[in-house]
């Protein structure tokens, strides 16, 4: 059984960081695609940021580049998000994804986008909210 668990979410003064950490488990070996969204209801989640496991390719979007940096760690199975520095416009639920169907990363390269159809395993999400 596949379990992403979240955690690291928090209120944070804007201009800080903060690192979200994502404990994956059950999940088959392979080079799969995973990574953060943010936002509400699954379908309108913004994807801020994927990687494949192997760590050969990352997706950053646009309104992130620069203060947003994945980063996983193998031997514990963990994917990780530093935000730094933080704004008010990152104040939200940011949820950790997963696929296995082995395809995910070539199609957001493709379109240029995260989409949340792309990830058929979710964490249940941990919130941020920035202060000013």
């Given amino acids: 059984q596949v379990q992403l668990v979240e955690s690291g979410g928090g209120l944070v003064q804007a201009g800080g960081s903060l ?7 059950g999940f088959p070996s392979g ?12 379908e309108e989640r913004e994807g801020v940021a994927c990687m494949s496991w192997s760590g050969g390719s990352t997706y950053y ?34 949820y950790c994804a997963a696929e296995d169907h082995g395809w995910a990363m070539t199609t957001v390269q493709a379109l240029g986008r ?3 159809a792309l990830f058929n395993y979710w964490g249940q999400g941990t919130q941020v909210i920035v202060s000013s």
């Fill in 19 to 25: 690192r979200l950490t994502c404990t994956v488990s």
């Fill in 31 to 42: 080079d799969y695609a995973m990574g953060w969204f943010r936002g509400g209801p699954a």
């Fill in 61 to 94: 979007a646009e309104s992130v580049k620069g203060r947003f940096t994945i980063s996983r760690d193998t031997a514990k199975n963990t994917l990780y998000l530093e935000i730094q520095p933080l704004k008010r416009e990152d104040t939200a639920t940011y």
């Fill in 114 to 116: 995260m989409t949340p």
